[in-house]
Nanobody, 126 residues
Framework: QAQLVESGGGLVQAGGSLRLSCAGS??????MGWFRQAPGKEREFAAA????????YYANSVKGRFTISRDNAKNTVYLQMNSLKPEDTAVYYC?????????????????????WGQGTQVTVSS
């Protein structure tokens, strides 16, 4: 059974940094990504990476501040978050897609992902 386990959330002041980790197990994935959900809002895409070639994709709201990367040996994906803003406050979810060849047009869509982590809270104070 595939499983994703996140870690690294916490409380940080505006302008600070955090790094989230997501360790995958049970199978290989084609794409792994991060989504986030703020209170009272829908879950939204933050970033994704293709496991084999390393192509990265970002939401406009995080581009230039967040960096997604992966460690093939550890089957782990990371989200380095810099210059954090209060509006980045949310529960961050790791997600993984099993199907290969996920089109760019759907890589930011939650239904494209088959597996989800339990979520980790990120709180940015002003």
């Amino acid at each position: 059974q595939a499983q994703l386990v996140e870690s690294g959330g916490g409380l940080v002041q505006a302008g600070g940094s955090l790094r989230l980790s997501c360790a995958g197990s049970g199978r290989t994935f084609d794409v792994m990504g991060w989504f986030r959900q703020a209170p009272g809002k829908e879950r939204e895409f933050a970033a994704a990476i293709r496991w084999t070639i390393g192509s990265a994709y970002y939401a406009n709201s995080v581009k230039g501040r967040f960096t997604i990367s992966r460690d093939n040996a550890k089957n782990t994906v990371y989200l380095q978050m810099n210059s954090l803003k209060p509006e980045d406050t949310a529960v961050y979810y790791c997600a993984a897609a099993a199907a290969s060849g996920l089109r760019v047009g759907v890589i930011s869509a939650a239904p494209s992902y088959d597996y989800w982590g339990q979520g980790t809270q990120v709180t940015v104070s002003s």
